[in-house]
């Protein structure tokens, strides 16, 4: 599977942003997919997983009710609405893909990544 993510960009504090993931191969909707972030000198952190029906999403608790995580099998894609931005959502955001299906809170679930996408916050 291979994972581009765009969507990424400069915006003000409060705006909005949906990111999308396209995924390439017929398999896609037998994959649990994630969004995760990396800030500059910090570690790569979990955002959002959706199972591969869509029937399960989670979330990190510093973007619930804020980011939704949606996926469209039809069209290999798993999108990431995010909401009421802050500076602190400064950070590459990082599409990904595990093939278990259930979707999953762990970095260390997913097989393969997308290369990134630069969302920035300015206050």
């Known amino acids: 599977v291979q994972l581009q993510a765009s969507g990424g960009g400069l915006v003000q504090a409060g705006a909005s942003l949906r990111l999308s993931c396209a995924a390439s191969?017929?398999?896609?909707?037998?994959?649990?997919m994630g969004w995760f972030r990396q800030a500059p000198g910090k570690e790569r952190e979990f955002q959002a997983a959706?199972?591969?029906?869509?029937?399960?999403?989670y979330y990190a608790d510093s973007v619930k009710g804020r980011f939704t995580i949606s996926r469209d099998n039809a069209k290999n894609t798993v999108y990431l609405q995010m909401n009421s931005l802050k500076p602190e959502d400064t950070a590459v955001y990082y599409c990904?893909?595990?093939?278990?299906?259930?979707?999953?809170?762990?970095?260390?679930?997913?097989?393969?990544w997308g290369q990134g996408t630069q969302v920035t916050v300015s206050s």
């Open positions: 990904a893909a595990e093939h278990v299906g259930l979707g999953s809170t762990l970095l260390t679930s997913y097989d393969y």
């Open positions: 191969g017929r398999t896609f909707s037998s994959y649990g």
């Open positions: 959706i199972s591969m029906s869509g029937g399960h999403t």
